[in-house]
Every structure is written in structure tokens, then in C-alpha cells.
């Protein structure tokens, strides 16, 4: 059984990929930077995957049982659907898509649309509908961290911030276990932070300040120029969400699936101290 991982570069793919060869599965990477994928997993076969030119890489698929999508937003659903497409023609059988929390509320929005061409593709499958990532903290906000604040049109809202390492578990079982055909999980970490909350808790992680900057809608719009407009607009209205509340839910999918408390912030930023300090 062979499963191939899109965005192998991307967050939940490389904590999936490193999950997967950890369980001994056979694993095929599929990376639009292949360099970098072939460093970070030395010994994995990494294949030239690009989400812009699906149809170039879907040689990719030969003898794959499994398949797992992340694809950039602002791709989605036009690559996700020709990638299914040619899963579907590869005899592929089984696909995990990476989705996001509320994606059913908006039947029009990208994600959703992929996500009912999955569930009408004859394949098996599982949407996995996580909330905000700890790691966007690591990533996205890392230079600015080092800085020593961080900036999001979020507000005082409270979001339960989810670790990858968490979704790539969730992952590992939809890709290898039976049982979860059919199933979309809403997924959350353990408890609701705003971002103030978040920033005190780096600020503990690293011994040494670090503060959210709350901006305005028109802001992040601004600091968007050059990301595509769907981009844009699925970020203002996700932000939008949160000033107004909306998440905050905690879901309890994360502790049934895995039989194990989901790992909080406290131990996520512990365990990235050192990226954010580095530069400092
Ligand atoms: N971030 C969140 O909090 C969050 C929450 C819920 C859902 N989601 C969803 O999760 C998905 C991934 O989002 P993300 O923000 O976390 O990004 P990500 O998975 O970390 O993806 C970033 C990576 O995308 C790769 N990439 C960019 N363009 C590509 C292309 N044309 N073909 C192949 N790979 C490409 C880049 O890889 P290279 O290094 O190879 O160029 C880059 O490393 C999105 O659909 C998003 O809606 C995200």
C-alpha cells in the first residue's frame, strides 16, 4: 500500500510524512520544491508534485492506494479537483483532504465544492475540518516573533488553536485504518486562547515579551497585496469569524480518535522556543 503526500513542504505534510515512515508505511512525497522535500526526508522517494500543473505530475499517482491533499487556499478547488480526477483514473482508492473548520457553512466556497466531489467520487474518503494551526505561530509569524510581536485582524476572539502534529495523527488513521470512510472531522485543540492569551504564552516559552498587535479588516487587506483576491477574501472572512466569536468551539474528535489528550499550546510553544529565539 502505497500513500502519496501532496505539499509535502506544507505544515500537516510534513508532520504526516514524518508519522507515516515513523509507522513504517510506504510513503510517496509529492513536492513542488523536491530539494527541500529530499533534505527533510532523506531516504523517502520524493516525485516533482506541483498544485499549478496538476496534469504534469500525475505520473506521480502510479501505483499509489491512498492519497493526501493539502493544497494552497488559493488553489483550491481547481487543482484539487484534477487531482482527483486523476486519482479516480489512477485506480487510486482511498483520499484524505485537508479542509478547514466551517467549511460545510459556506456551500460555495472552494474547499466545499472539493469536498462534495470527493464525497460524490466513488472513492473512500475522510475531510479532515481543523481550526487555526499552533504552527502558523512557527511559520507565517515566525520573523516577527523573533521581533517580538506578531500582527492578526483577530481581535479579542478566541480560536482553539490546533497543533499539526495533531491533525497528522488524525491523518495516519483515515489514510491506513478502516472506519473513517465517509467521516469529516471538525478538529480543535484542547482549549480556546485569544491571541493577548497566545502572546503571553510565548512570552513564557521564550523569556522575553512578545505581544499581538490586533489590526483592522482594511489592514490585512493591505498587508495581502499581491496574494490573490479568493485569498484575500477567505482570509478577512475567517478573521471576521473570529472577531465575532465563532471560534471558540472545542471539539472533542481529536481525544475519541486518538485515544489521548490533544497537545496544548503551553507544550507547542515549549517545544519551538528555540526557532523563535534563535535570531533573537
Ligand atoms: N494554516 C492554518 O491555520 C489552516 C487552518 C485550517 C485549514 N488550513 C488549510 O490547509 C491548507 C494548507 O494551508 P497552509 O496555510 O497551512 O499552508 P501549508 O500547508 O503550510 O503550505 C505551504 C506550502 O505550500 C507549498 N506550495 C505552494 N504552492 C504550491 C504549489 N503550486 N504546488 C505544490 N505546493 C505548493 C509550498 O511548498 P514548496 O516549499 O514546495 O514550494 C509551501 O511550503 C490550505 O488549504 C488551508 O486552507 C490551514
Do not use: C
Amino acid at each position: 500500500m502505497t500513500i502519496f503526500v501532496a505539499n509535502a513542504n506544507g505544515k500537516v505534510g510534513q508532520d504526516l510524512i514524518a508519522a507515516l515512515t515513523a509507522g513504517g508505511h510506504d510513503v510517496r512525497i509529492g513536492a513542488r520544491d523536491v530539494a527541500r522535500a529530499r533534505a527533510a526526508f532523506p531516504g523517502v522517494a520524493v516525485v516533482p508534485f506541483d498544485y499549478d500543473d496538476v496534469a504534469a505530475g500525475t505520473a506521480a499517482l502510479d501505483g499509489v492506494t491512498a492519497v493526501f491533499t493539502a493544497a494552497p487556499s488559493w488553489l483550491v478547488p481547481h487543482a484539487e479537483l484534477a487531482l482527483l480526477e486523476a486519482a479516480k483514473a489512477r485506480g487510486v482508492r482511498r483520499i484524505v483532504k485537508l479542509s478547514y473548520l466551517g467549511a460545510e457553512l459556506h456551500e460555495e466556497g472552494g474547499h466545499r465544492i472539493t469536498e462534495k466531489a470527493i464525497e460524490a467520487s466513488g472513492l473512500e474518503w475522510t475531510v479532515l475540518r481543523p481550526t487555526f494551526f499552533n504552527q502558523n505561530f512557527s511559520t507565517m509569524h515566525l520573523a516577527s516573533i523573533r521581533d517580538g510581536a506578531f500582527y492578526e485582524a483577530a481581535g479579542d476572539g478566541a480560536s482553539a488553536f490546533i497543533d499539526t502534529r495533531d491533525i497528522a495523527a488524525v491523518a495516519v488513521k483515515a489514510l491506513t485504518e478502516a472506519g473513517h470512510h465517509g467521516q469529516a472531522y471538525a478538529l480543535t485543540g484542547p482549549e480556546a486562547l485569544t491571541r493577548h492569551e497566545a502572546a503571553a504564552k510565548l512570552s513564557a516559552a521564550l523569556g522575553r515579551p512578545v505581544r499581538y498587535v490586533p489590526i483592522d479588516d482594511a489592514a490585512l487587506r493591505q498587508a495581502l497585496v499581491g496574494v490573490p483576491q479568493s485569498q484575500i477574501e477567505l482570509l478577512s472572512g475567517l478573521f471576521a469569524a473570529v472577531r465575532a466569536g465563532h471560534t471558540a468551539g472545542i471539539t472533542d474528535t481529536v481525544r475519541t480518535l486518538l485515544g489521548r489528550d490533544p497537545i496544548g499550546f503551553d507544550r507547542y510553544a515549549a517545544d519551538h522556543a528555540a526557532l523563535w529565539r534563535d535570531a533573537a
